[in-house]
Structure formats: structure tokens, C-alpha cells
């Protein structure tokens, strides 16, 4: 049963942007961990951005300075704004949401997340 869903994925050209989306179902994101992957063909699932129940943030280095990690607490959301995208982001595109941990802190090891969306295609091509 799904309890994410993504959405904002699609087809950008180089320098371009895309916001992505991700809403929870049957669960709030409150007082989780929150976190975006990406997994490229034939590569592992990696994590990209993580935002922790209290704030804190973290960004992949390859990421970092070019993508944004955000809540909308009311809509019960987390968002990826992804500028600057370029062709080694091309990838699936997941949420995740750690429900099991009582730390007020976020990773970004699959291993650490219990709920996952569908996931949702970024292609950055020219």
C-alpha cells in the first residue's frame, strides 16, 4: 500500500528546473524524518536531501547549492526543488518518511526509511 506519492517528474533540458512533490497517505510526516533518493539504471538507490522532524537538513554534495528541500506542514508535503538540473541527475525519484525512529534527526541510507513512494521519472536531456 502506498503511503507517498511523488509527482513533478518529467523531461528538462539542461539548466532547467523541477519542483518535485510528495504527499502522505494514511499517515502525517510530523514528528518523521523525511527524505528524497534518486536511482539511475543499473545504479544503487542513493539518497539525495533529508529533513529531519526538527529542521535540520542534509544535501548530497553533487546536489548541494542546486536543490531544495522543503515542507508545507498544512498540506502535510515535502518538496524538491531542483534547479540547475543536469544530465547525471536523470534518474527515479523517490520520498521517503522513517516512521520507526524517535530521533529528531534524518540519514540517507535506505535502510533508515519504512515508507517509500512510487517513485516519479526525472530525464535531464538536450
Known amino acids: 500500500q502506498l503511503q507517498l506519492v511523488e509527482s513533478g517528474g518529467g523531461l528538462v533540458q539542461p539548466g532547467g528546473s523541477l519542483r518535485l512533490s510528495c504527499v502522505a497517505s494514511?499517515?502525517?510526516?510530523?514528528?518523521?524524518?523525511l527524505a528524497w533518493f534518486r536511482q539511475a539504471p543499473g545504479k544503487e538507490r542513493e539518497g539525495i536531501s533529508c529533513?529531519?522532524?526538527?529542521?535540520?537538513?542534509y544535501y548530497r554534495d553533487s546536489v548541494r547549492g542546486r536543490f531544495t528541500i522543503s515542507r508545507d506542514h498544512a498540506k502535510d508535503a515535502l518538496y524538491l526543488q531542483m534547479n540547475n538540473l543536469q544530465p547525471e541527475d536523470t534518474a527515479v525519484y523517490f520520498c521517503?518518511?522513517?516512521?520507526?525512529?524517535?530521533?529528531?534527526?534524518?540519514?540517507?541510507?535506505?535502510?533508515?526509511?519504512?515508507?517509500w513512494g512510487q517513485g516519479t521519472q526525472v530525464t535531464v536531456s538536450s
Open positions: 521517503a518518511a522513517d516512521t520507526r525512529s524517535p530521533y529528531e534527526y534524518c540519514g540517507n541510507l535506505v535502510g533508515e526509511y519504512d515508507r
Open positions: 494514511r499517515f502525517t510526516m510530523d514528528y518523521h524524518a
Open positions: 529533513l529531519s522532524s526538527s529542521g535540520s537538513t
